[in-house]
């Protein structure tokens, strides 16, 4: 009998030692693969008169309380900034439950969604939000086309933290990947000493 309760101690204590002790054997959590994605951006930007130092990819299937929006540079071949950006709403045609959750694209007027594809960003011009600065992106495959007439831009909006927010999710926007004012300083200054429009690629 006491052979049995020494037993049953023993692996009470060794359960219990097992719930409370970190796993520090963790894997680290990596980025998607997005070279196919880098590769068809450059076979693009080299065919029609882009930028090819760099170009802007948002993955708006991630978290959006998960650095999403990044700066690829391709004479290094790596990512070299990241950060938050918000997507639309999508809630004007139909209800949206998930709008927080997952992301819907929709090219039509007025319906407050995302848009997927490649864009060109275009005119530097004044907000009225964030650092009062905002890009024109002019949508260049049929899913984006109506992105100057929705005034779907860039800018910066003072609701979008600098830093990952998870589990916490970033504000909507009416479709504009909107980014924290500290982001959009950085990506400013590196349009404002471009020559070549830049493309940005919203996946």
């Not at 693969?33 to 951006?41: G, L, Q, R, V």
């Not at 100057?148 to 800018?155: E, F, P, S």
Request: aromatic content about 14%; glycine content about 4%; proline content about 3%.
């Amino acid at each position: 009998m006491k052979n049995i309760i020494l037993i049953f101690s023993l692996l009470f204590f060794s359960c219990k030692e097992n719930k409370v002790t970190p796993n520090l054997n963790k894997p680290k959590e990596y980025k998607k693969d997005y070279s196919a994605f880098h590769k068809e951006a450059k076979e693009y930007i080299e065919k029609n008169n882009f930028n090819t130092d760099y170009y802007y990819l948002i993955d708006l299937s991630l978290h959006s309380g998960k650095n999403r929006f990044y700066v690829y540079d391709f004479k290094n071949q790596k990512i070299i900034d990241e950060n938050l950006v918000t997507h639309g709403s999508c809630d004007q045609f139909q209800e949206n439950p998930e709008k927080w959750q997952k992301v819907k694209f929709d090219v039509r007027n007025n319906s407050h969604c995302s848009m997927k594809g490649k864009y060109k960003i275009g005119k530097r011009d004044s907000s009225s939000w964030g650092i009062k600065i905002k890009y024109w992106i002019h949508g260049l495959e049929n899913t984006n086309s109506t992105a100057v007439d929705r005034v779907v831009v860039l800018h910066s909006w003072n609701a979008v933290k600098n830093n990952e927010i998870y589990p916490k999710f970033s504000p909507l926007s009416w479709g504009c990947p909107a980014v924290s004012n500290a982001f959009m300083e950085k990506l400013d200054k590196q349009l404002q000493n471009t020559q070549k429009p830049v493309l940005l690629w919203i996946i």
